[in-house]
């Protein structure tokens, strides 16, 4: 014997199936942690897409939506999986075909901005802890592993002109540790890294202009002859502190 669900179902499945399709079209599985409550959804904006009597007939339809949604799971649940894996997929490699072209800038020489460098460090991570690099997924709007000491400001007096570095991000490559971050000098602001050895000692380090990518703030050091003073600030000051 038929629920009142599937009965209600059946005598609207053509005009259904369409909403169904389109639903499962126009709804993101960006938005869902995973396939049933983007199902269930799918399933809601199908409904209302129909526009039914019976079904804008709220207290009519509560007693049998339960049994409506099961109806549709028995019908469409296969299908939508299929679907949403599909959609899974091309998400999957949409991720890791952006890695591979920011692994082409890199090679090329080209600088990758402050949310390109997130996204490396971010594969970097996942592939580290035995991850398949083609089942890495990325989102511009997740936090991946925040680091405490994020946003930590160091400043120095030099020459009479106050210069601020914020901490953004560590990131281990091999035997040196850089240290991501932001300069602001002389109404001006740089990206870059500040790197050092395991020990902790300075290595080097490489800021450039968000005004100006070409403008290098170690030249500008150089050409007011003070980086002997701020690489003794890096090194006595910032390194000591982000290693604790």
Known sequence: MMTP??????RRLSDIIDFVE?????ISIDDYPNFETWMVDV?????????????????EFLDKYASIISALEDIFKEQLQDFYKSEESELIGESFDRVLDLYQKVNKGEELR???????????????????????????DED????????????????DMPM?????EEYQDGDEINYFGEIIFEDDEFLGIIS??????????DFYSVLDEDVRL?????????????MNFFAEEVIPILRR
């Open 5 to 10: 669900g599937q009965i209600w179902v059946t």
């Open 22 to 26: 389109e639903a499962a079209g126009d």
């Open 43 to 59: 399933f809601d904006s199908a409904l209302n897409r129909l526009g039914d009597e019976g079904y804008t007939d709220e207290n």
């Open 114 to 140: 402050p949310s390109e460098q997130s996204m490396m460090r971010a594969f970097k991570k996942f592939v580290d802890k035995g991850g398949n690099a083609e089942d890495f997924e990325y989102s511009d």
């Open 144 to 159: 991946y592993d925040v680091d405490e000491r994020e946003g930590e400001k160091f400043t120095y007096d030099v020459m």
């Open 164 to 168: 601020t570095y914020t901490f953004s």
């Open 196 to 205: 050092t050895d395991k020990r902790g000692f300075l290595t080097g380090y």
């Open 218 to 230: 170690q030249d500008k050091l150089q050409d007011m002859q003070i980086e002997d003073e701020v």
